[in-house]
């Protein structure tokens, strides 16, 4: 419809021929942003099938036990580049477990700490922190997670791990596991509070969100009942907030889990097993996660077995990976339920 | 009770009765809560100038004016092992490249996610993708370009070795990559700006019989630039501070080297370095073992990152418009976790 005055009225014909144009236009760009949008979508679709294919000789020689425990994972990948196989096994054979154990300990110690201090930190943030404090820590907040994480290796190991290799770890420790690791100052407690800073951002960012947008009338209810701020926080804004908190926890979690580089320079890069039974000790052996794995051996994607490997690492990632995204924005789906869209 | 809060800024500790309420009233559980939080929130302070200080300390120590302007060399003696001219050449190339890719794509699919999603089921699916893409791993990201990469038909993007194969690893490959990396900020900040638009923005220009294309193109988007920036320069943020695609896509070699001799593709086609890499390989745990060249260089990252950190500042300062609530710099970090209303 063209119903600017100021250009001469066409004839009827001419003017439904116009509009049949421009609608035409219309239909023509909505066909191509959704094909663009499309694109996405196989780009998805094509990622899943191809690093599993290319993941599954790695699967099918080793079925389920790829994901149990069994000899030295870093003997195995060393015998995949050797492509002599360990006696007694094919070139494929890989056990997985010390990286998952890595995995989990670095990303689930990791996510613990971040998940109480990001939620104290929040709480400061919307609640209790004075404007010129805020004013400061907003920024300095959205610069903790700018930062590189190579960077946060590049501390890690010139200036956390020798601090914590001269301080923390005594002679005598290092010689009670001598005999089946080195200890060093690259380890589980270096990488996970490295990876703790690391994701702490995102967290306050998401739980501040939530918290600023309960409903101030119901804080205001409770406040009225005489319940002091504290427990107003603690019951009304936290409560409406958890959905948020938890969405929060997942999403750091799958950062966590993707986290290579940083994870890599800083958990010792050993597939060691740490064990929990070694008291104190357990938290300075050494790691290594299957992000970082992935990163160690990308050198070695020419050789057939270790790149299969690799993939197969990166399969699981991925899927573990999408299965938190997913759940992460389902569970932020709950807060819709009191009207809170974050 | 607190019904006059201040029209600007944070809600601020609730007025109760006209005067702040005491803490020490609470109980003592309470007051350790309240103390923790101060705890926290001045904890996280510290830690972060710690590492700015940390790194400005250090940079500034073992910066020199020479470092940008030579090209990086193997040798063992740090004082003629060169500079980080080419790494910081990588570095913008990667960057512009996955931004070139990745802004386009990103503000098409927001657009088309905020105002046509029709039919409905496809833009359910293809906001959960870009849910997906945002959560996984970049080395995850890495290792699926270098498949595609190394496909036959995608020879002329690096390079061929002389048993046939595709190499795979070229700044095409990784800037490819990047913009996979970046899209979901694009799409996020680009569908946050839209959907902060007055409606009646729109209705004025269907009332002028606009289509629903040209309302994008003219109206739309040029009202929302300041959304679209802030969604690029956040991509950027991220494209400059990833080390993981770079070394899997890039290769880890200290010069840019060009395959062929047309000048500006030859390096395109060819495997390089960033600053990210750069840094990496210097540290302990790469092969160069120069920490105060990783300094230097982790140094000028860092600087880069403080700049794209000011610019966002000052972009979501500027978007927004008169009708919108003040913004709050949190309103950025949940862009790619946003899901459609």
Redesign the interface.
């Given at each position: 419809?063209?119903?600017?005055p100021l250009r001469a009225a066409p004839g009827e014909a001419q003017r439904r021929g116009r509009r049949w144009a421009?609608?035409r236009?219309?239909r023509?760009?909505?066909q191509?942003?959704?094909a663009?949008?499309?694109?996405?979508?196989i780009?998805?679709a094509?990622?899943v099938a191809?690093?599993f294919i290319?993941a599954w000789p790695s699967f099918s020689h080793n079925g389920l036990s790829w994901f149990g425990s069994g000899g030295d994972v870093d003997e195995q990948l060393r015998a995949m580049q050797r492509a002599t196989p360990l006696p007694g096994h094919s070139i494929y054979y890989f056990r997985a477990w010390p990286l998952i154990w890595g995995t989990l300990l670095t990303t689930g110690a990791a996510v613990v700490i971040a998940l109480v201090?990001s939620t104290?930190?929040a709480?400061?943030?919307?609640?209790?922190?004075p404007?010129v404090?805020?004013r400061?820590?907003?920024?300095?907040?959205?610069?903790?997670?700018?930062?590189?994480?190579?960077?946060y290796?590049?501390?890690g190991?010139?200036?956390l791990a020798p601090w914590i290799n001269e301080h923390l770890i005594s002679r005598s420790r290092k010689e009670s596991v001598a005999y089946v690791v080195q200890l060093n100052g690259a380890n589980l407690t270096t990488a996970t509070l490295i990876l703790t800073?690391m994701i702490?951002?995102?967290m306050?960012?998401?739980s501040?969100?939530a918290l600023?947008a309960v409903p101030?009338s119901w804080?205001?209810g409770s406040?009225?009942l005489g319940v002091?701020?504290?427990?107003t926080i603690?019951r009304v804004s936290l409560r409406t907030a958890r959905p948020a908190i938890i969405?929060a926890a997942v999403?750091a979690t799958?950062?966590a889990?993707?986290?290579?580089?940083m994870l890599?320079?800083v958990a010792g890069?050993r597939g060691f097993a740490a064990n929990p039974l070694d008291g104190l000790t357990f938290l300075l052996e050494p790691v290594r996660p299957l992000?970082a794995t992935?990163?160690e051996e990308?050198?070695g994607?020419t050789n057939p077995a270790i790149s299969h490997t690799?993939?197969a690492i990166?399969a699981v990632?991925?899927v573990s990976?999408?299965m938190?995204?997913?759940a992460?924005?389902a569970s932020?789906?709950q807060l819709k339920r009191f009207g809170i869209?974050? | 009770m607190a019904t006059a809060a201040p029209a600007v800024g944070p809600p601020g500790p609730v007025i109760a009765g006209g005067r702040r309420e005491r803490t020490s009233s609470w109980p003592l559980a309470d007051r350790v809560g309240y103390w923790l939080c101060w705890a926290t929130g001045i904890g996280i302070c510290l830690i972060t100038l710690g590492i700015v200080v940390f790194m400005f300390v250090k940079g500034i120590a073992y910066l020199k004016p020479s470092l940008f302007v030579e090209s990086p060399a193997a040798e063992a003696v740090q004082s003629r092992s060169g500079g980080f001219l080419d790494p910081i050449v990588g570095t913008l190339i990667v960057s512009i490249l996955g931004i070139a890719i990745a802004a386009p794509l990103g503000v098409a699919i927001a657009v088309w996610l905020s105002e046509y999603r029709r039919p409905s089921w496809l833009a359910r699916t293809v906001e959960s993708a870009i849910e997906v893409i945002a959560g996984t791993p970049s080395v995850v990201l890495a290792l699926f370009g270098l498949l595609i990469f190394s496909e036959g038909f995608l020879a002329f993007l690096s390079q061929r070795a002389s048993n046939g194969s595709v190499y795979g690893r070229s700044f095409f490959a990784a800037g490819g990559v990047m913009a996979v990396l970046a899209i979901p900020l694009i799409v996020g900040s680009t569908r946050e700006a839209l959907s902060q638009l007055p409606v009646r923005l729109r209705e004025a220009s269907y009332a002028l019989g606009r289509t629903r294309a040209t309302t994008i193109r003219r109206v739309l988007l040029p009202a929302i630039r300041p959304g679209i920036a802030t969604g690029t320069v956040l991509g950027m943020g991220r494209i400059i501070g990833d080390t993981a695609i770079i070394k899997i896509l890039l290769g880890v070699a200290l010069v840019n080297e060009g395959v062929g001799h047309v000048p500006l593709l030859s390096t395109l086609r060819g495997t390089g370095a960033t600053l990210t890499t750069f840094v990496f390989e210097n540290s302990p745990a790469g092969e160069g073992n120069a920490p105060q060249k990783a300094y230097a260089a982790a140094f000028v990252l860092m600087m880069m990152v403080l700049v794209l950190n000011a610019l966002v500042t000052w972009l979501t300062g500027r978007s927004g418009g008169e009708r919108s609530k003040p913004r709050r710099w949190w309103a950025l970090a949940r862009l790619p976790l946003r899901s459609g209303r």
């Open positions: 419809m063209d119903l600017n421009t609608a236009l219309d023509r760009a909505e191509t942003l959704g663009l949008a499309v694109v996405v979508l780009l998805i094509a990622m191809t690093v290319k201090s104290l930190a709480i400061f943030l919307t609640e209790f922190a404007l404090v805020r400061v820590l907003d920024p300095l907040i959205r610069l903790l997670a700018g930062i590189p994480s190579v960077i290796g590049l501390i190991i010139l200036a800073v702490l951002p995102i306050v960012a998401i501040a969100n600023e101030r804080q205001e406040i009225a002091n701020r504290w427990r603690w969405a999403l799958a950062r889990l993707g986290e290579a580089v890599f320079m890069s992000a992935i990163f990308s050198d994607l690799i993939y990166g990632l991925l990976a999408a938190l995204s997913l992460g924005w932020k789906q869209g974050i | -």
